[in-house]
């Protein structure tokens, strides 16, 4: 189709030879001003009003002072999750003196040394498992 032509700056007209003239008011010059207006006053007739400044800065404050809140409850949540790990350690260690010390009562020092000793070897039945995990790994 034929470009516009400009006529000294009040219209734009398509010139063609079956078709009907489309005539747009433009103004003589377009500035940046002119086109940020048109967009404001399009903008202004379609959006809602914003909130005020200081509805915002109060909806930052409460969101700050929830997450704060939020942040101590989990550092709490932490604290107390460890403290029963490390009693969790402390009772595990116990047990194990405790079975420990009844090892030792009721089997003699070449016995335990025995033990030691099929317990180590890395063809016995007590490190089957471990031989899992090691080819699961690979």
């Not at 704060?68 to 709490?76: I, L």
């Not at 047990?95 to 180590?120: C, G, P, V, Y």
Request: net charge positive; glycine share 2%.
């Amino acid at each position: 189709s034929p470009a516009p032509s400009v006529s000294s700056g009040d219209s734009i007209e398509s010139s063609g030879t079956s078709q009907q003239t489309n005539k747009q008011k433009v103004p003589a010059v377009v500035t940046t001003a002119s086109i940020q207006e048109a967009h404001t006053q399009n903008k202004k007739s379609a959006t809602k009003p914003t909130s005020t400044d200081d509805d915002i800065l109060l909806k930052k404050n409460r969101r700050r002072e929830r997450n704060r809140e939020h942040a101590k409850k989990c550092r709490s949540r932490k604290k107390n999750y460890l403290k029963s790990l490390e009693d969790e350690v402390v009772e595990l260690k116990k047990e194990n003196d405790k079975l420990l010390r009844m090892i030792m009562t009721k089997f003699s020092k070449e016995e335990i040394d025995n033990m030691k000793k099929h317990i180590a070897d890395p063809s016995s039945p007590a490190n089957y498992l471990q031989r899992l995990r090691d080819r699961s790994q690979v």
